[in-house]
T-cell receptor
Framework: GAVVSQHPSWVICKSGTSVKIECRSLDFQATTMFWYRQFPKQSLMLMATSNEGSKATYEQGVEKDKFLINHASLTLSTLTVTSAHPEDSSFYIC?????????????FGEGSRLTVL | AQSVTQPDIHITVSEGASLELRCNYSYGATPYLFWYVQSPGQGLQLLLKYFSGDTLVQGIKGFEAEFKRSQSSFNLRKPSVHWSDAAEYFC???????????FGAGTRLFVKA
């Protein structure tokens, strides 16, 4: 099956710094990628939809300037948490839908755990 | 508004016993339906999916799910649970058009020896 890889798997940073998380589709071209946030023992909350070559579409309540998403190529999307604060600590998961994929199936990365001190 | 409901926050079953995890959705049309499994600190793995056709779908690891249009349900079943099945299970609905996927709250499965 299709493989999606996230990096880093976990990161610890100081409050006020920015952190970049990468999401790569390793063996297929991902026209659309989705970024989710998951709090402990909770479900996944969709943050934004990222289409290659265009601006991301953010869900209501998600700060665009806080969570910068770039989808510059068909195999890479990045999420940058700017000026991170402790409340941004969470598990971030990306998923991808491949080109020609009209069945809605998503392929998920392993997730990135962010801890802001 | 579209929604996915998993009424059971957690379920405990004995190893070897059968399992059924419930999922109901609210959507104007028949969506694409999925079950995903998540082990602690990991991403999600697709167990099975329903798009159309036979309403009983088979997935990996011995799981199956049945789509019942009249009940707007897509319950997950397994005839005999193994200790390695302990994990969090998410029911998900992909909306037609943009394929935005909405997840249920999840059901945590505990397996006792």
């Amino acid at each position: 099956g299709a493989v999606v890889s996230q990096h880093p798997s976990w990161v610890i940073c100081k409050s006020g710094t920015s952190v970049k998380i990468e999401c790569r589709s390793l063996d297929f071209q991902a026209t659309t990628m989705f970024w989710y946030r998951q709090f402990p023992k909770q479900s996944l909350m969709l943050m934004a939809t990222s289409n290659e070559g265009s601006k991301a579409t953010y869900e209501q309540g998600v700060e665009k300037d806080k969570f910068l998403i770039n989808h510059a190529s068909l195999t890479l999307s990045t999420l940058t948490v700017t000026s991170a604060h402790p409340e941004d600590s969470s598990f971030y998961i990306c998923s991808a839908r491949g080109r020609g994929g009209n069945t809605g199936e998503l392929f998920f990365g392993e997730g990135s755990r962010l801890t802001v001190l | 508004a579209q929604s996915v409901t998993q009424p059971d926050i957690h379920i405990t079953v004995s190893e070897g016993a059968s399992l059924e995890l419930r999922c109901n959705y609210s959507y104007g049309a028949t969506p694409y339906l999925f079950w995903y499994v998540q082990s602690p600190g990991q991403g999600l793995q697709l167990l099975l999916k329903y798009f159309s056709g036979d309403t009983l779908v088979q997935g990996i690891k011995g799981f199956e799910a049945e789509f019942k249009r009249s009940q707007s349900s897509f319950n997950l079943r397994k005839p005999s649970v193994h200790w390695s099945d302990a994990a969090e299970y998410f029911c998900a609905v992909a909306l037609t058009g943009g394929f935005k996927t909405i997840f249920g709250a999840g059901t945590r499965l505990f397996v006792k020896a």
